[in-house]
């Protein structure tokens, strides 16, 4: 088969997009694939595996706006989780990935059923949480990485009978 000059750049950039495209895919999935294995860390209680996939300067920002870097989040997550009895459910949505080089915008969506110890008064109460986050990541030596996780809005926090 003989190509035209205008078939064989029609064909290189063809042959672009797809490698374009399927290079998306990758970096989508790996990012999926992270924020899976953080799922998994909140689920088993595990603090340090949610700030596994950080970059050295990884901050946290409440829903009050106070920004905590790796070792304020730990003490808080570790201090929150010593009070959870058992995380009965863990839904995780990714609702948006935004691609822009080597720095991704990504939104996620996660309802979480848990029993916890109330601070005051010990007694053990079943709550339904939804929140929502906003999660800058960028592209590193070894892959995705979040640079910065901030809540979007404040959490829904719904008491559930025991």
């Not at 495209?21 to 909140?42: K, L």
């Not at 905590?68 to 730990?74: I, S």
Request: some cysteine; glycine content about 6%.
């Amino acid at each position: 088969m003989r190509l035209s000059t205008r078939g064989s750049v029609l064909l290189v950039v063809v042959v672009g997009l797809v490698a374009c495209g399927s290079s998306r895919t990758r970096d989508e999935n790996q990012i999926r694939e992270r924020i899976a294995s953080i799922r998994t860390a909140i689920v088993a209680k595990q603090a340090e595996g949610i700030v596994r996939w950080g970059t050295d300067d990884w901050t946290f920002t409440g829903p009050d706006a106070t920004a905590y870097d790796k070792t304020a989040y730990l003490a808080r997550t570790q201090a929150l989780m010593a009070r959870i009895v058992n995380v009965d459910a863990l839904d995780t949505h990714v609702d948006r990935i935004d691609l822009r080089g080597d720095t991704a915008d990504v939104e996620i969506t996660q309802t979480m059923e848990r029993h916890e110890r109330d601070a005051s008064t010990a007694n053990v109460l079943h709550v339904r949480l939804r929140y929502r986050e906003h999660h800058v990541w960028v592209r590193a030596s070894d892959g995705w990485r979040v640079k910065s996780v901030s809540f979007i809005g404040t959490p829904e926090r719904e008491l559930l009978p025991q």
